[in-house]
């Protein structure tokens, strides 16, 4: 590469430090601009790693060593899908929307804006099944994951909230069948069945509970995982409600805007009470890979090919802590281009690197019943003896 002749005086390192890292090439957002997200700097920054993990595997390589998986593999993927949509122009939950939207509106100009969607009721209802592609492709790879559903039995309804109703219809392996009778299927197949709390249920006492009885019962079986809708949590007080609601997992903590280990850790870890000033029954196993943070153009806005390269790099950094990386695909996207295809590709990286792929409830029995959490809990009291971490 010639450097430009302004550059000349500077000494070597400074030279390279003011050479854009664009000019090597690389990758572009959708607008054709070079963003952070393209950066090595970005990619090796300390929020694109487990942190804590590594930090332990340096202390004491030991700790790492001595995690255990089934059938010796290296390391888990966490697999999951928040199912915010069930069925292309679905005129019902559209209707919903509509009414809520209308109803929430408090001028005249947000009313006929509301109304406006109206439109959208004239799409035909779409045939398309969005659902089994997921299943199939975790299926041939002998992994399955959790699939978090939307309850339909929700108060202090949020416009941002999901409209779907148990006796909707979706299309599902040839047919249309109503909500509630396919996922009493996928739970019935061995796939976890979990909570998509409200936005709602996130900030306010005595939701969450209602919810998590509202899917148990639509689809027969016990639901002890969650992950709030639009990764809605407070610190302060989340935490405390999911106790209370009887979830043992939560799946919330990530982004929706980005990729970074928000924990510092790959780790299931338990979260922490800020009122009550203590760790809680709930076991957090931490958000990292999602399918709109790395391509939805209002985000990371990656190319597919781009967003497996990083990926690629979050995955290795994981199997070498021997951890847990999570996956978030939304089953409706099986309708973008790419979307799918990033998916099957990462499944087949996940099985060549040895990673156990499987849902929520299956890592946290794991995770507990192994000795994994004693023995991680028990190193970063070691290690990280200040604060709660003592
Ligand atoms: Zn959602």
């Given at each position: ?5 302004e ?22 957002d959708?607008?054709h ?9 970005y990619?090796?920054?300390s ?28 390391f888990a ?5 928040d199912v915010d ?10 209707a919903?929307?509509i ?16 109304l406006?969607?109206?439109i959208?009721l004239?799409?035909?209802r ?5 659902l ?10 002998g992994?399955?994951?959790t699939?978090?559903?939307f309850?339909t039995?929700v ?5 941002r ?11 599902f392996?040839?047919?249309?069948q109503?909500i509630r009778?396919?996922f009493?299927q996928?739970?019935?197949r ?7 709390g409200?936005?709602e249920?996130a ?9 998590r009885l ?9 639901v002890t ?5 639009n990764?809605?949590?407070?610190a302060?007080?989340t935490?405390d409600?999911?106790?209370?609601s009887?979830l043992?997992?939560d ?13 510092g850790?790959?780790?299931?870890h ?8 203590a760790?809680l ?5 931490p958000?990292?890979?999602h ?7 209002d985000n ?15 995955i290795?950094r994981?199997?070498?802590v021997?951890g ?8 409706e996207?099986l ?15 996940l099985?060549e690197?040895?990673?156990w ?10 995770w ?23």
């Amino acid at each position: 590469m010639t450097r430009p002749p302004e550059r000349e005086f500077l000494n070597t390192s400074q030279a390279d430090w003011l050479t854009l890292e664009e000019e090597l090439g690389g990758d572009r957002d959708g607008i054709h601009n070079f963003e952070i997200h393209h950066t090595a700097r970005y990619r090796e920054a300390s929020v694109c790693r487990p942190v804590l993990d590594e930090e332990m595997l340096r202390r004491d390589p030991s700790v790492a060593e001595r995690i255990r998986w089934p059938e010796g593999r290296r390391f888990a993927a966490f697999l999951s899908h928040d199912v915010d949509g069930t069925r292309e122009h679905c005129r019902e939950q559209l209707a919903r929307l509509i009414r809520t939207n209308a109803d929430a509106a408090t001028t005249v100009r947000d009313k006929l804006r509301a109304l406006s969607a109206v439109i959208g009721l004239r799409h035909r209802r779409g045939r398309r099944d969005l659902l089994s592609p997921w299943l199939e492709a975790e299926k041939e790879r002998g992994f399955t994951s959790t699939f978090f559903v939307f309850p339909t039995a929700v108060s202090a309804r949020h416009p941002r909230d999901l409209m779907y109703h148990w006796d909707d219809l979706m299309p599902f392996e040839g047919g249309l069948q109503p909500i509630r009778a396919v996922f009493a299927q996928v739970a019935a197949r061995g796939w976890e069945v979990g909570l998509h709390g409200s936005i709602e249920s996130a900030h306010t006492t005595g939701l969450l509970e209602a919810q998590r009885l509202d899917v148990e019962q639509a689809v027969g079986a016990p639901v002890t995982s969650g992950r709030q809708h639009n990764l809605q949590f407070g610190a302060a007080v989340t935490p405390d409600l999911l106790a209370a609601s009887g979830l043992r997992v939560d799946c919330t903590l990530g982004s929706n805007r980005s990729v970074f280990f928000r924990t510092g850790t790959s780790y299931p870890h338990r979260l922490w009470s800020v009122g009550g000033q203590a760790w809680l029954n709930v076991l957090e196993i931490p958000l990292i890979l999602h399918d709109g943070a790395l391509l939805r153009g209002d985000n990371m806005d990656l190319s597919p090919e781009s967003a497996l390269a990083f990926c690629r790099g979050v995955i290795a950094r994981v199997a070498a802590v021997r951890g847990v990386v999570s996956l978030l695909w939304h089953p409706e996207n099986l309708v973008k281009p790419g979307y799918y295809d990033l998916y099957c590709s990462l499944l087949d990286v996940l099985r060549e690197e040895g990673a156990w792929g499987t849902s929520a409830r299956n890592i946290a029995d794991w995770w507990e019943s192994s000795g994994n959490a004693a023995l991680v809990d028990d190193a970063r009291r070691r290690h990280f003896a200040a604060g709660r971490m003592a």
